[in-house]
């Protein structure tokens, strides 16, 4: 006996013991016609049904009936020395496994696909017939020929008494596939994956059958948008999520075929689908593992770029109002989340949120109708809230974040227009702000600075209202006036009456003066301002941080006697260089970017804080011998104070009395991370979240940027290629990228050492960092300064430019620039 007529045998006694033969006389004690038969449930009928195969028990012949339902198709199929005839395969209604191959295999003898075409055309153009294929109880029934064995009935038979017990529902287990549905419970999925990707997978070895689904998607997918959107059809029957499930298994849908007219029609539709359904694709695509997930998100990613290159966007046709690309995006968001929760996920370890006491009182922001510009509090994506994760609980996601990032797409996106749709018009306008992991840091960038800038013109609006209602001079900036060797103490006083007495002044836009210094603040003058408060803040002498010397981070220090108010001014700095667009030499680990954005640290952020202790409690964890004896380790741990002196603390409750065994040894090692990250530098963080809240508390920042992007945007770039800031340079005065002078002074430049480099940055821009996206989007200005003379170069650092006089000679013109930008501090008047 072959595999197919054992399996169909095994069909015919659950259909026996589940349907009965259909004759009221029947004697057979293993029909449910029989008046005698106990009924059975599905699961256990199928159980049976191996039994029965075993012993070759009875099979009753059916009586014909003619109100059958569409089984009649498989049972007159399998009956003996009966072939299928055309006619017969117009009574497919759905689709499994078994009956496609049926109908290949009729197609393969007869050398005309015309049967199958027609079959796959009527059934995947009709949602109905669609949403009701390949299930499981049916494909497991009908079995797959290639994967049966007689011999392992008993193996199969086990294998149906456990799905019995655990899963609980109408499916005929006798021949579970190993795949995707046994990740899930069946009343998530009832499409059986594995059967619809093996039929996909000879159904697109066959061109005519390809234009079939083609045109079948085209007719399907415009009527099921239709019923999505106004008939609820997704609430009435979930199994409507089917169809997608079925269709997005199609390994060609990236293909040109597709991408014209079907997939953007297919994509239109499933944007319909309300959140709850996108949560439970999002759920099961997280299972299918990274292949399968990767090839989906591909085939999102190829129709956005397809569409956009195809196209031509501008200030009047905005691509925004492209509602390909528009469902494609929504639609990618899908698999983005697939790919968190498919990933390493902590939704653990979040940092307590402080709450903002709410006034009764209405803002002027209120009063003059701009609340929605000003709308406290972070966003909260409905998917990301239904699906339970968010982006920053991310570990490592199944495919990396980088990977969803559309170029195409970033370079067409007008970010003035997304933004005012973002902030202002969400309920009718699409933003791609919306779906942050879709555009790269220099887009987001951009919608970040549009957002600061807006909340700076207000604040001087407002500013100005005040003062002619109050009758005071009108100060539309947030000026601070220090002296440069008391800069901490003038700027923690100011900064400090601010905050208290007035903090909406921190949304102004920064203005310095170095007192005694006829310096104007156009950006160059707050860009020292803020390099030379971190060089105090950050000086060992001063104990606030301490310095690791392998990794060339700073870390809070526990044991600092300094009072919190200047940890709040730290993070006062930070947010205001995010606030101002400035880039700060600050070099923190990654963990302290993801507290500030809500996560507490965790045993895997000691790597780059701490990374000699990391290694340690690893070994620790991949210790193979006897823990207990052999470490000798306690609850209790020792630590340096300020002063160099041990101090001990007890992790938990007599800690010194706890030793640290094999079974205990991950709680030892959570807890020495919670307290070296976050207990024991508890006083000194909070203060400095503080701080930097007291500015970014109403930014979109924490929406649209991941840990390492914010890191980014206050850090700037470490690689610095010369190369890409020679071709975006301009030149005034005379100066061309022809004249001598500039081409000795970029050869004298590329031959810097790093340090070099980084004081000639530092001289002519106000930091030794390059911007976000890299030095090439720095818009630095050469400007002749004169013919030859023995004067220094100058710049102007808040327009980053450069004056240069026209040099004799190279050698003059290397002398001259490295002494210019070796001694270069403090601000002057020209």
Request: proline content about 4%; glycine content about 6%; overall charge negative.
């Amino acid at each position: 006996m072959n595999r197919a007529a054992a399996k169909h045998l095994i069909e015919r006694y659950f259909r026996q013991l589940t349907e009965g033969c259909g004759n009221g006389d029947c004697t057979n004690e293993f029909c449910a016609s029989c008046c005698n038969f106990q009924p059975l449930d599905n699961n256990s009928a199928a159980a049976k049904a191996l039994e029965l195969f075993k012993i070759n028990a009875k099979l009753c012949t059916r009586h014909s009936d003619p109100s059958a339902n569409e089984h009649t198709l498989d049972s007159r199929m399998g009956d003996a020395g009966i072939c299928p005839t055309k006619e017969e395969f117009s009574d497919v209604h759905f689709l499994t496994e078994n009956n496609v191959c049926t109908i290949l295999h009729f197609c393969e003898e007869e050398g005309d696909y015309s049967t199958l075409i027609r079959a796959i055309g009527r059934i995947f153009s009709n949602a109905e017939a669609l949403m009701k294929s390949f299930r499981k109880d049916e494909c497991n029934a009908a079995g797959n020929p290639d994967s049966f064995d007689p011999t392992d009935v008993n193996k199969h038979e086990k294998q149906s008494e456990q799905t019995s017990e655990t899963m609980g529902a109408s499916s005929v287990a006798a021949l579970p596939d190993e795949g995707v549905h046994e990740m899930f419970d069946p009343s998530e999925v009832t499409v059986d994956i594995d059967a619809v990707r093996r039929v996909y997978d000879r159904l697109l070895a066959i061109d005519q059958v390809e234009a079939a689904l083609v045109n079948a998607l085209i007719y399907l997918t415009p009527n099921m948008e239709l019923d999505l959107e106004y008939l609820d059809v997704y609430e009435t029957n979930p199994d409507y999520l089917n169809i997608f499930i079925i269709v997005m298994e199609n390994s060609n849908l990236h293909s040109p075929e597709y991408l014209e007219v079907a997939l953007p029609q297919f994509c239109k539709a499933m944007s319909k689908l309300p959140v709850t359904a996108l949560a439970r694709l999002s759920k099961l695509w997280s299972a299918y593992g990274l292949s399968h997930t990767r090839r989906i998100m591909e085939t999102f990613q190829q129709l956005i770029t397809f569409t956009v290159v195809s196209n031509e966007y501008d200030g009047e046709n905005l691509v925004n109002d492209d509602e390909t690309v528009v469902a494609a995006t929504q639609c990618l968001k899908v698999v983005f989340y697939a790919s968190i929760q498919g990933g390493d996920v902590d939704v653990e370890h979040n940092e307590e949120d402080e709450e903002e006491s709410e006034s009764d009182e209405l803002s002027l922001h209120e009063l003059l109708g701009e609340e929605r510009l000003y709308k406290k509090g972070p966003r909260v994506d409905p998917l990301e809230k239904e699906v339970g994760v968010r982006s920053i609980d991310s570990r490592r996601p199944l495919i990396p974040f980088e990977d969803f990032i559309n170029e195409s797409l970033n370079e067409v996106v007008e970010m003035d227009k997304d933004f005012t749709f973002f902030k202002v018009n969400a309920e009718t306008k699409f933003s791609f702000q919306s779906c942050p992991f879709i555009l790269n840091v220099i887009t987001k960038n951009q919608g970040l600075y549009y957002d600061n800038r807006i909340r700076m013109y207000s604040e001087r609006r407002l500013t100005a209202l005040y003062s002619m209602v109050q009758g005071q001079q009108p100060n539309p900036y947030l000026k601070l006036k220090v002296r440069r060797d008391h800069i901490i103490d003038d700027a923690l006083v100011r900064l400090e009456m601010i905050s208290m007495e007035n903090p909406s002044d921190l949304k102004k836009q920064l203005f310095v003066e170095f007192e005694g210094e006829q310096g104007v603040d156009e950006g160059g003058v707050s860009k020292e301002f803020f390099q030379l408060v971190l060089e105090e803040i950050f000086n060992p002498d001063i104990g606030m941080f301490t310095y690791d010397d392998d990794t060339k981070l700073f870390w809070f220090n526990s044991s600092s006697l300094e009072n919190e108010a200047q940890y709040t001014l730290v993070g006062l700095v930070l947010g205001l260089a995010i606030y101002n667009n400035c880039i700060l030499d600050v070099h923190f680990p990654m963990v302290v970017y993801r507290k500030l954005m809500g996560k507490k640290g965790t045993y895997l952020d000691l790597s780059d804080s701490h990374p000699v202790l990391y290694q340690s409690l690893k070994e620790l964890l991949e210790y193979t011998g006897d823990v207990e004896n052999d470490m000798v380790l306690t609850f209790q741990i020792s630590h340096k104070d300020l002063f160099g002196n041990p101090v001990l603390y007890d992790l938990k409750e007599q800690g010194d009395q706890a030793p640290v065994t094999k079974e205990n040894r991950q709680e030892f090692v959570d807890l020495y991370a919670e307290y070296i990250l976050n207990k024991s530098v508890e006083r000194q963080f909070k203060a400095f979240k503080k701080g930097f809240l007291m500015v970014t508390n109403e930014s979109p920042l924490k929406y649209l940027f991941r840990p390492e992007e914010v890191e980014l945007l206050i850090c700037g770039s470490r690689k610095l290629d010369f190369e890409a800031l020679e071709k975006a340079t301009e030149y005034d005065g005379g100066y061309s990228k022809d004249t001598q002078v500039i081409k000795d002074f970029w050869e004298t430049i590329h031959s810097f050492g790093e340090e070099q480099k980084r004081l000639f940055l530092q001289f002519t821009t106000g930091t030794d960092r390059a911007p976000v996206g890299g030095l090439g989007k720095l818009k630095m200005i050469i400007a002749k300064n004169g013919s030859d003379t023995d004067r220094l170069p100058t710049s102007h650092t808040c327009f980053n430019a450069l004056l240069l006089p026209e040099y004799s000679s190279k050698e003059k013109l290397r002398e001259r620039l490295l002494k210019a930008i070796t001694y270069a501090k403090g601000f002057g008047m020209l």
